[in-house]
């Protein structure tokens, strides 16, 4: 059974950085693209930033200078390095991984749990 599984969330003060992971576990044949996405309480969950297996890489707005999303695909990891974190950008971040696995291979859309990230002003 195919997982994500995130860790780095926590409480950190305006100005200062976090760094996320997300690795996914189980019999993947392949990742085609990984990312991030954050939901705030209230509101929407919405696009952080991602990236595809060739590394190109897509990012909100709000984060772009800020954010740094890169992968190791030999660990199936992908990591978001955030810096000058502000409050606005509080809330629940989730792993995202299209890949494909199972037997037939097929192209699944998995989720993580969510790491919480709260930043104070």
């Known amino acids: 059974q195919v997982q994500l599984v995130e860790s780095g969330g926590g409480l950190v003060q305006a100005g200062g950085s976090l760094r996320l992971s997300c690795t996914a576990s189980?019999?993947?044949?392949?990742?085609?693209?990984m990312g991030w996405y954050r939901q705030a309480p209230g509101k929407q969950r919405e696009l952080v930033a991602t990236i595809t297996s060739t590394s190109n890489t897509n990012y909100a707005d709000s984060v772009k200078g800020r954010f740094t999303i890169s992968r190791d695909n030999a660990e199936k990891t992908v990591y978001l390095q955030m810096n000058s974190l502000q409050p606005e950008d509080t809330a629940v971040y989730y792993c995202?991984?299209?890949?494909?696995?199972?037997?037939?291979?097929?192209?699944?859309?998995?989720w993580g749990q969510g790491t919480q990230v709260t930043v104070s002003s």
């Open positions: 995202n991984a299209g890949l494909t696995t199972g037997v037939p291979l097929r192209k699944y859309n998995y």
């Open positions: 189980g019999i993947i044949f392949s990742i085609y693209a």
